[in-house]
């Protein structure tokens, strides 16, 4: 008998395929690949602590243009991102906002022309709790939230976050189907590596973390797609079909390449990738422009003469290291200090 699976069963049968390969956190709905089904918001279950170096499986929204910038070129979240809210910038400026949640990251890149849902695995290391002035979540509307000043004032908030997730209480709710009320352990927050970060994702509810490590289009296990219906309109209910990360570039170029105006990436490497030297700087800027210049010397003393190959640089690069360098190579050719001070104002 042949029949179509529903976009659930098709999304737990993947995931129950690959169970082994990462730890994934839903704390709404079940465990995926797992036995037990939670049939109450609050039912108990054995949750575990998020540790440093812990491999987590993360979501994250946007529409087909984003996604496709990623697919093709990557992404750092230790670049400056766009957000929805003008305040967010102020409070968050760096990393990508990713959920462990697939429903949830579903709601996020509302588009006329399609919306995605980029799946990617994440270290624990590289995921951090976002931070808001005054309070523990984000703003609602008619609020007026003020920006962090500075470094320090970030810091205290988050210092205070992290208090707060220590000091979570074990809860407790009354089980009317059976009569008893239910302890609720929340040792899985205050033993986690990152507390904040652990209250973020299993008691937000968006079970949000901002990503700051360096991805590469490889790293992307599937981009979850949800194209237009018949009528032309894009709903967060219509179902999302998976693809790979090349069948997705492959299925989207030629709409991409009709794009006017479109920016194309500058980068000379990879965003996880590795620059040991300035010769290897010189190297690989000589190899991805080899018809502007002449011969590997030639590339050098142009580097030379904007300032690139001395540290600190010149004032002078500063707008080239950008368009030219993803964070993790500024920060191995001119030192974090010089990254922080010149890109990194809250120091995140």
């Known amino acids: 008998m042949r029949y179509r699976l529903t976009e659930k069963q098709l999304h737990d049968a993947i995931f129950g395929a690959i169970i082994d390969e990462v730890r994934y956190i839903d704390p709404r709905y079940r465990k995926y690949g797992g036995k037990v089904e939670k049939t109450h918001w609050a039912e108990e279950y054995d949750q575990q602590p998020i540790r ?5 499986r993360v979501y994250h929204g946007c529409d087909i243009d984003t996604a496709y910038t990623i697919a093709t070129q990557g992404t750092s979240g230790k670049e400056y991102h766009p957000r929805t809210y003008s305040y967010e910038s102020g409070m968050n400026p760096l990393g990508i906002f990713v959920t462990t949640d697939f429903e949830t990251a579903k709601k996020f890149g509302s588009s006329n022309t399609g919306m995605c849902v980029v799946e990617f695995t994440a270290d624990a290391k590289d995921l951090e709790a976002p931070v808001w002035n005054g309070q523990g979540t984000f703003f609602g509307q008619g ?7 500075n470094k320090t ?3 205290a908030q988050k210092s205070a976050y992290r208090k707060s997730a ?5 809860d407790s709710y009354f089980d009317y189907n059976k009569s008893r009320t239910r302890k609720i352990d929340m040792s899985h927050i205050r033993q986690s590596d990152k507390p904040e970060l652990a209250a973020s994702i299993f008691s937000n509810s968006e079970h949000q973390a901002l990503f700051m490590g360096d991805l590469n289009p490889n790293m992307i296990k599937r981009v979850w797609v949800n194209l237009p219906n018949k009528d032309g309109y894009v ?3 219509e179902k999302y079909v998976p693809m790979s990360r090349r069948d997705f570039v492959r299925r989207f170029q030629k709409r991409q390449n009709a794009h006017d105006g479109r920016v194309k990436n500058e980068k000379v490497f990879a965003p996880a990738e590795n620059v040991l030297s300035f010769d290897d700087l010189v190297k690989h800027v000589y190899t991805s422009n080899r018809s502007f210049f002449e011969n590997e010397e030639d590339a050098r003393q142009g580097l030379k003469s904007i300032g690139m190959l001395s540290n600190p640089p010149s004032d002078y690069a500063r707008t080239m290291i ?11 050719l001119y030192g974090k200090g010089y990254f922080d001070d010149e890109f990194n104002r809250l120091g995140q």
Not at 166 to 170: I, N, S, W
Not at 322 to 332: G, N
């Open 143 to 149: 609020t007026n939230p003020m920006p962090f000043n």
């Open 166 to 170: 220590l000091e979570t209480p074990d």
């Open 322 to 332: 950008r368009q030219m360098l993803w964070p993790k190579q500024i920060i191995q």
């Open 235 to 237: 709903s967060t209910i």
């Open 52 to 56: 440093d170096g812990e491999k987590l």
């Open 153 to 155: 004032e970030r810091d």
